[in-house]
Nanobody, 126 residues
Framework: QVQLVESGGGLVQAGGSLRLSCTASGRTLSTLRAYNMAMGWFRQAPGKEREFIAAIRRGDGITRYANSARGRVTISRNNAENTVLLQMNGAKPEDTAVYYC??????????????WGQGTQVTVSS
């Protein structure tokens, strides 16, 4: 089992920057430290489906971004602290959503064996 705890949500002014952090923990250290362990971010706006934003793989730092996130979003990791960070610049009101941290022990696909955080609300005011 992997537990994910997000932080950094809240109110952001349009045009400002958003920074979210997620820390993973669990009893099975080998899972947390596996080469293929990927951590990433999704979001879900009211009335919409959850959508992928970005992810990063622990072993080699390979990243994956949604096309809509490229150029505005940066994901990074701190393996020593089992933490992943999401930086979003140029926040827009349409970025308002609940942001979820996710982890997949199988890699960047996030198609199975996915762990989810509780989510953190981000509201971008115009």
């Amino acid at each position: 089992q992997v537990q994910l705890v997000e932080s950094g949500g809240g109110l952001v002014q349009a045009g400002g920057s958003l920074r979210l952090s997620c820390t993973a923990s669990g009893r099975t250290l080998s899972t947390l430290r596996a080469y293929n362990m990927a951590m990433g971010w999704f979001r879900q706006a009211p009335g919409k489906e959850r959508e992928f934003i970005a992810a990063i793989r622990r072993g080699d730092g390979i990243t994956r971004y949604a096309n809509s996130a490229r150029g505005r979003v940066t994901i990074s990791r701190n393996n020593a602290e089992n933490t992943v960070l999401l930086q979003m610049n140029g926040a827009k009101p349409e970025d308002t959503a609940v942001y979820y941290c996710a982890a997949d022990s199988s890699g960047l696909a996030f198609s199975e064996n996915v762990y989810w955080g509780q989510g953190t609300q981000v509201t971008v005011s115009s």
